[in-house]
C-alpha cells in the first residue's frame, strides 16, 4: 500500500473548523482515501471515504486535491468528543489485501 | 446490532500462562480481523479471516500465537505461553465485503503480562 504523512499533532478550539492534512504522494488509480479515528481507550472507527471527488457525510468532510496527492479531513466544529487520534490510510481496491495499514497518525487536542 | 463484541475487556497473567481472547463479529460479516496495538509499534494486523478461513497471517509474531475461527460467530486468539513484551491492546475487527469495505472495531482487550 502506498504510505501516507500526517503531522503527529494538532490543536483546535472547541466549535471552530479543524482541518488534518494528509500527504499521499504515491497514491495509485485505484487507491481509496480512508480516515479513521481512534477515540481514547476505544477501538478506530470509520469516519469517511473517498476516490476523487469531496465527500460529506453526518461526522466530517473530506476534500481531496485534484491531483490526489494530498487530502484534508474537515471537522466543520470541532467538540471535546472529537479529541482523538485521526489515521489517514489508503487502500486499494483492486488489491487482494484487505487489512488496514495504520501509520502514526495525528493526535488531535480541542480545547475548550 | 451490539457491534464487534471482544472478551475479556482486561486481563492480566503472570508469564509462561496461556491466554485466550476472543470476538464475536457483525453478524453478516464475512472478514474478521485481529489486530494489535502498542506504543512503540502502533496499530498492526497479526490475522484476518475471510468466511472463518485464515487469509494472511504474516503479522502473527511467532509460534506462540494461534487464532481460530469455528464459526461465523466467533474467533479466538490465543497465546501460549504469554509473554511480558506480549503486553498490548488487542482489537477485533469485522467487515463485509463490498466496494467500501468498512471495517467495524470492538472495544479491544488490554492484556498485560507480568
Known amino acids: 500500500d502506498a504510505k501516507t504523512t500526517q503531522p503527529n499533532s494538532m490543536e483546535s478550539n472547541e466549535e471552530e473548523p479543524v482541518h488534518l492534512p494528509c500527504n499521499h504522494s504515491?497514491?495509485?488509480?485505484?487507491?481509496?482515501i480512508h480516515w479513521y479515528r481512534q477515540l481514547p481507550s476505544q477501538g478506530p472507527e470509520y469516519v469517511i471515504h473517498?476516490?476523487?471527488s469531496n465527500v460529506n457525510n453526518r461526522m466530517a468532510s473530506l476534500a481531496i486535491a485534484e491531483d490526489r496527492k494530498s487530502s484534508t479531513l474537515i471537522l466543520h466544529r470541532a467538540t471535546l468528543r472529537d479529541a482523538a487520534v485521526y489515521y489517514c490510510?489508503?487502500?486499494?481496491?483492486?488489491?487482494?489485501?484487505?487489512?488496514?495499514?495504520f501509520g502514526s497518525g495525528t493526535q488531535l487536542t480541542v480545547l475548550p | 446490532d451490539a457491534g464487534v463484541i471482544q472478551s475479556p475487556r482486561h486481563e492480566v497473567t503472570e508469564m509462561g500462562q496461556e491466554v485466550t481472547l476472543r470476538c464475536k463479529p457483525i453478524s453478516g460479516h464475512d472478514y474478521l480481523f485481529w489486530y494489535r496495538q502498542t506504543m512503540m509499534r502502533g496499530l498492526e494486523l497479526l490475522i484476518y479471516?475471510?468466511?472463518?478461513?485464515?487469509?494472511?497471517d504474516s503479522g502473527m509474531p511467532e509460534d506462540r500465537f494461534s487464532a481460530k475461527m469455528p464459526n461465523a460467530s466467533f474467533s479466538t486468539l490465543k497465546i501460549q505461553p504469554s509473554e511480558p513484551r506480549d503486553s498490548a491492546v488487542y482489537f477485533c475487527?469485522?467487515?463485509?465485503?463490498?466496494?467500501?469495505?468498512?471495517?467495524?472495531f470492538g472495544p479491544g482487550t488490554r492484556l498485560l503480562v507480568l
Open positions: 479471516f475471510n468466511n472463518n478461513v485464515p487469509i494472511d
Open positions: 475487527a469485522s467487515s463485509f465485503h463490498s466496494f467500501q469495505e468498512t471495517q467495524y
Open positions: 504515491t497514491i495509485s488509480g485505484t487507491d481509496y
Open positions: 473517498g476516490l476523487t
Open positions: 490510510i489508503l487502500r486499494d481496491v483492486e488489491g487482494s489485501a484487505r487489512q488496514l495499514t
